[in-house]
């Protein structure tokens, strides 16, 4: 295991920070002395908060040129950026045919295409980081198996994979000049007890498995800017079903079908 690193001074950005993993994570990083720019769209929220945070930076995301936006007033606070927690997110839970061609594009936009243009932005601030820049993409265990009438959610969220790993590749090689490593995580989370079933059109209603607490995530996110971890599930458990999709998809497969029989 990676030896852990202090994470005192740390320059770091959170998305989607008024509410959920992402306060619960910038709490969690400023108790432990990090310094923390937080974003989201809600003043009040993020206020409510104020004391964690260096400063605070209340945008939506989906706005045009907001996610350079976003990572320029973080720099310019915290005079660089060693770590951005891009955490920001929503889901829809329906038939794929019920949903409108807007809610394909709100959904697809915020869970992937803001994480890509964050990532775009940050890239030369992490990459020049004295400390070792950090990338964390906080994705879905949904993105990692496929969940039915969660299509556009867990194809937003299967791009953030593709996303880690092409950044991994890419930062790793010298590609772009020979700059500091940048390590790149990608946390799954199963169904978390946060605000983020409230906002969804549906809330969760599955029997299993049960949301985690956010701060089991919160602390999950926190250990791997600890010890740039690059690929966690939380729960744990979870990871199993997940390595037997990738390695054997067929049997999970019929495993899933016959779990959904039985409910």
């Known amino acids: 295991m990676a030896q852990a690193r202090s994470l005192a001074g740390l320059r770091t950005l959170v998305t989607g920070a008024s509410s959920g993993i992402g306060a619960a994570t910038s709490i969690l990083l400023a108790q432990h002395g990090a310094r923390v720019v937080g974003t989201g769209r809600d003043a009040e929220a993020l206020a409510a908060n104020n004391q964690h945070f260096v400063t605070t ?8 040129g907001a996610p350079s936006a976003v990572v320029s007033g973080a720099v310019d606070a915290l005079g660089g950026l060693d770590v951005l927690v891009s955490n920001a997110g929503a889901g829809w839970l329906g038939p794929f045919e ?5 809610e394909v594009d709100s959904v697809l936009d915020l869970n992937l295409r803001a994480p890509l243009h964050l990532a775009h932005a940050a890239s030369k601030h992490l990459r020049s980081s004295a400390v070792g820049g950090q990338l964390v993409l906080v994705g879905s265990i949904a993105g990692l198996l496929g969940v039915a009438e969660e299509v556009a959610y867990c194809t937003a969220k299967a791009g953030l994979r593709g996303l880690a790993e092409s950044l991994r590749a890419e930062w790793t090689s010298g590609v772009g000049g020979s700059q500091n490593q940048v390590t ?3 946390v799954s989370p199963g169904p978390v007890d946060t605000p983020f079933f409230e906002r969804r059109n549906q809330p969760y209603m599955r029997s299993w498995p049960k949301p985690v607490p956010v701060e089991t995530v919160a602390s999950t996110i926190v250990g791997t800017i600890e010890r ?12 199993f079903p997940a390595r037997l999709n990738g390695g054997l998809p ?8 016959l779990e959904g029989r039985l409910h």
């Open 57 to 64: 930076i209340c945008w939506d995301l989906l706005e045009g």
């Open 98 to 102: 019920t949903m409108s061609p807007e």
């Open 184 to 186: 790149v995580t990608l």
């Open 228 to 239: 740039r971890l690059e690929d966690v599930v939380v729960p744990g458990w979870l990871a």
């Open 250 to 257: 067929a049997l999970y497969r019929r495993l899933s079908g």
